[in-house]
């Protein structure tokens, strides 16, 4: 008889639990019915940011996101330009001021074996010129070369009239804070040519000129001895006497 009682409130209890929790489970179902499916491979991502994003129409990115896309299209861009980076005689022959094979039967391997005498040389000799230009672009540095001929060019103007308006040119291209193909200068030499715009001369540029040249000499000027472009054009010379 007790075991029989014993069963029977058990059974009571656990009815009564179950009657408790059963409209817990129901709601936790309904719930689970009512989330939100999860997104399908084929699903619009345009339809989800306007959901996500307000002012965004469908098919359109939040402005941030179209920033970065353009940030992460120019760094490909640049990464590309790196992974095509090249350090060869067909750089300097694809500029050659003539003809490529023209200009290396001009061209003799002492005239080339002196341009290892001094940078001058090297910038007097048009193909030398030429040279270290390919060499320049390889380094993303040619703003420098460009800059000193255009200050070379500038110095021959002879019209009072055109020296103003070509010095200002030279300034904003190489001189300015931020100029398009700013030069490596500091900043006292780059106020002192500022200054010099006032009453623009034939030697205004020759500090900023001269910071240029010496850079160059010390630096590019040392690695161009030893990269590929020199060393494979000697080569090419004296096979062509063998």
């Given at each position: 008889m007790q075991a029989a009682a014993l069963f029977l409130h058990t059974?009571?209890?656990?009815?009564?639990?179950?009657?408790?929790?059963?409209?817990?489970?129901?709601?936790?179902?309904a719930a689970a019915r009512a989330e939100p499916e999860p997104i399908r491979s084929g699903q619009s991502r345009g339809r989800i940011r306007e959901q996500s994003l307000p002012g965004c129409t469908a098919g359109q990115d939040a402005p941030g996101e179209?920033?970065?896309?353009?940030q992460n299209r120019g760094m490909r861009t640049r990464l590309g330009c790196l992974s095509h980076k090249s350090d060869s005689y067909n750089d300097f022959t694809a500029i050659l001021p003539d003809k490529p094979n023209r200009a290396l039967k001009r061209l003799s391997t002492e005239e080339a074996t002196r341009w290892a005498d001094s940078f001058d040389v090297l910038l007097s000799h048009k193909y030398g010129l030429a040279a270290f230009r390919a060499f320049l672009k390889t380094e993303f540095s040619e703003e420098n070369?460009?800059?000193?001929?255009?200050?070379?060019?500038?110095?021959?103007?002879?019209?009072?009239?055109?020296?103003?308006?070509?010095?200002?040119?030279?300034?904003?291209?190489?001189?300015d804070v931020q100029a398009p193909r700013e030069v490596n200068i500091d900043f006292q030499t780059r106020e002192l040519t500022r200054r010099n715009m006032q009453e623009p001369s034939l030697s205004c540029f020759d500090q900023a000129q001269g910071k240029v040249h010496s850079l160059m000499e010390k630096d590019s000027y040392p690695r161009f001895l030893r990269s590929k472009i020199y060393?494979?054009?000697?080569?090419?010379?004296?096979?062509r006497l063998s």
């Open positions: 059974e009571s209890a656990d009815s009564e639990s179950f009657s408790r929790h059963l409209p817990l489970a129901r709601s936790s179902a179209r920033t970065g896309q353009r070369l460009e800059f000193w001929l255009a200050c070379e060019d500038f110095k021959k103007t002879r019209s009072a009239a055109k020296l103003a308006s070509k010095a200002q040119r030279i300034f904003e291209e190489f001189i060393t494979d054009l000697l080569s090419q010379t004296q096979r």
